[in-house]
Nanobody, 121 residues
Framework: QVQLVESGGGLVQPGGSLRLSCTAS????????MGWYRQAPGKQRELVAA???????NYTDSVKGRFTISRDNAKNTVTLQMNSLKPEDTAVYYC???????????????WGKGSLVTVSS
């Protein structure tokens, strides 16, 4: 089994900062890409940021310059530093990991349970 456990969500005022962390554990052979998705009420889930095992990153346009994603391969963790938060960032944030198995077969996707981020005064 593989588990992704998120931490760091909560309530913050506009302009404030939060840091989300996610740790993968269990039967892990190789993690290819780790990232964060979010889903606000009434909206579809969207990719926020992702980082490959080689360190390549990508962000959705709305968070560029404000959010930073990083990972620690040795610890199987991914972190999302969120600065200058806006009310429209309010959502449930989900950790995601795309993995390969022992034989190098990719496409095994795992999700965390979600962490609520609320940006409000």
């Amino acid at each position: 089994q593989v588990q992704l456990v998120e931490s760091g969500g909560g309530l913050v005022q506009p302009g404030g900062s939060l840091r989300l962390s996610c740790t993968a554990s269990g039967s892990i052979f190789s993690i290819n890409t780790m990232g964060w998705y979010r889903q606000a009420p009434g909206k579809q889930r969207e990719l926020v940021a992702a980082v490959t095992s080689g360190g390549s990153t990508n962000y959705t346009d709305s968070v560029k310059g404000r959010f930073t994603i990083s990972r620690d391969n040795a610890k199987n963790t991914v972190t999302l530093q969120m600065n200058s938060l806006k009310p429209e960032d309010t959502a449930v944030y989900y950790c995601n990991a795309d993995m390969s198995d022992l034989y190098g077969v990719a496409g095994w996707a795992y999700w965390g349970k979600g962490s609520l981020v609320t940006v409000s005064s």
